[in-house]
């Protein structure tokens, strides 16, 4: 059974993942290890825990891992301000990736929501 694959939260975290892939290919070279990098892990852990939290039994396990994945938006959040200030993101890719993030973070605080009213 898998069901994270039902969320739209997991479904639309994977598809910010290739785009972040796709724009961090233009970054420095020697941010490899760098920004690049903990941007890469930053979006990954978001849809990662998603899934792991619903494979969880329990609904209060569930909410932890939802905890750690709002952690990654809020630091995926800061990476692109950062990588923005430093001229790696255009405005365009800015404001992209930003609405995408925003609309993601709505989504699992929402379903966090549910969760806690359940």
Same mark, same amino acid.
């Given at each position: 059974? $898998?069901?994270? %694959? !039902?969320? $739209?939260?997991?479904?639309?975290?994977?598809?910010?993942?290739?785009?972040?892939? #796709?724009?961090?290919?233009?970054?420095? +070279?020697?941010?490899?290890?760098?920004?690049?990098?903990?941007?890469? %892990?930053?979006?990954?852990?978001?849809?990662? !825990?998603?899934?792991?939290?619903?494979? %969880?039994?329990?609904? $209060?396990?569930?909410? %932890?891992?939802?905890?750690?994945?709002?952690?990654?938006?809020?630091?995926?959040?800061?990476?692109?301000?950062?990588?923005?200030?430093? $001229?790696?993101?255009?405005?365009?890719?800015?404001?992209?990736? !930003?609405?995408?993030?925003?609309?993601?973070?709505?989504? #699992?605080?929402?379903?966090? +929501?549910?969760?806690?009213?359940?």
């Amino acid at each position: 059974m $898998k069901p994270h %694959r !039902n969320l $739209k939260a997991w479904s639309d975290s994977i598809s910010l993942i290739k785009e972040i892939y #796709v724009i961090t290919k233009s970054f420095p +070279r020697e941010e490899l290890f760098g920004i690049t990098s903990q941007m890469r %892990r930053a979006a990954l852990s978001i849809p990662l !825990n998603i899934a792991e939290g619903a494979a %969880r039994t329990s609904k $209060k396990e569930f909410i %932890r891992f939802l905890d750690i994945a709002i952690g990654s938006i809020a630091e995926l959040d800061t990476l692109f301000i950062i990588s923005s200030d430093l $001229k790696f993101l255009s405005d365009d890719e800015f404001r992209l990736l !930003n609405e995408k993030l925003d609309l993601i973070g709505k989504l #699992v605080y929402g379903l966090k +929501r549910k969760l806690l009213s359940a």
